[in-house]
């Protein structure tokens, strides 16, 4: 479950190449005249965009070759960021193809033709909507079950109507392969999705989950305890997650990643421990014993060295311990003598997540831990503050030589501070380990 930079720089390499496939095959074969340089940089701007929208099926499909080596959440993340290039580059398309050309504006004119000009208008709009409610979700008060249907949605639209669109206009793919092979990817982009909502759940239907254990934790967490029903579960690495669906049907809107939190060793049943904070979460503490549950993965590649000689540094905030006490359990069952040092950061003492077990598996790992309160008690007399360079800096290990691998997870803020310090202080970045737990 390791990736090295040689992997990443081929999947990287390889989505460059699949990006800028559309402009190649414009230009091959029988190859129309120029038409100017911005009418021709807008046309591969809108190529490229189009291309851009149809890869991110690819992103958020969860195959199990590409996530296992990078990771879902970096590609997660990627798929965040690389979708407001997507957005930029497709909106650019039009924009500068009128400021070149006034005639251009025929396109948008339902005088000229009135289904071409409803469908440009709307995917300009669904382009937006796409954009503004990934941004903004949560402020716009947007549940995130809905939010993930019509996302797919509005990108499967988005991607549905430029395929038309390049087909109608048909300029750089009059000839019947070209067409074949835009059809052939649109085809492909709907494949994906169907394959996530669709063929994922009903293989996820043989293989459900009985909730066992519901048990409180501090700061307003609770682990739920799951026990596979009638097969023989599944095996993950410690600080990987998997999709929980709770209820009776694996095709519920209800699907979200937990990181696992029990010990990877233990085969006989999977804990995930969650925290109330959203619509979903805040009832958690009310599942019933008994209750029927599906778990789909594992994913991430947020996961340590075999090697017992590489010591480990781990960063957490509030509930991002929860895949990192996945790590320690694991490591404490497989009596690793590594050494590891914790820093884990919390408002008050109550929000020490497993802090009994924590204290506890001192006596079995060769661990330090260094509790962060930011709002503690009085007669708190430990570490005060954030998660910042000035209250870590003190606790981490000093030296070009350390063979240390760093792990990091929590709060997006946090994580905005702690990454970049890291590699300020010298620590390669094939040696940190990032978990977001901000996906949308």
Known sequence: MRYTRGQAAF?????????????FIAYAGSVPDARGFW????????FIGLAMMGLQFILTGRFSRIAGTLGLDSMLQFHRQIGLVAFFMILAHPVILILADSQYLAFFDPRENLPRAFALVAVVGALVLLTVTTLWRTALGIPYEWWRVGHGVLALFIVFVGVVHILQVSYYVSELWKQAIWVLATGAAMAMLINTRVIRPWQMSSRPYRVTEVREEWGGSWTLRFEPDGHPGLRFEPGQFGWLVLGESPWSLNQHPFSFSSSAEQT????????????FTNTIGQTEPGSTAFIEGPFGAFVPDESPTRGMVCIAGGVGITPIMSMLRTLADRSDERP??????????????????????????????????????????????????????????????DSREYFVCGPEGMMDVVEPYLTERGVPLSDIYAERFQIV
Do not use: Q
């Not at 009418?39 to 809108?46: D, N, P, S, Y």
């Open 268 to 279: 006989d049943a999977i804990e995930l421990t969650i925290k109330e904070l959203g619509d």
């Open 340 to 401: 590891i040092r914790l820093i884990y950061g919390n408002a008050t003492r109550n929000d020490i997540l497993f802090y009994e077990d924590l204290e506890a598996l001192k006596s079995r790992l060769n661990l330090t831990i260094i509790y962060v309160l930011s709002r503690p008690d009085e007669d708190w007399d430990g570490i005060e503050g954030r998660l910042t360079p000035e209250v870590i800096g003190p606790y981490l290990p000093i030296g070009s030589g």
């Open 11 to 23: 999947w990287i390499l390889s989505y460059l190449v699949l990006a800028a496939l559309p402009v």
């Open 39 to 46: 009418i021709e940089f807008g046309v591969a701007l809108g």
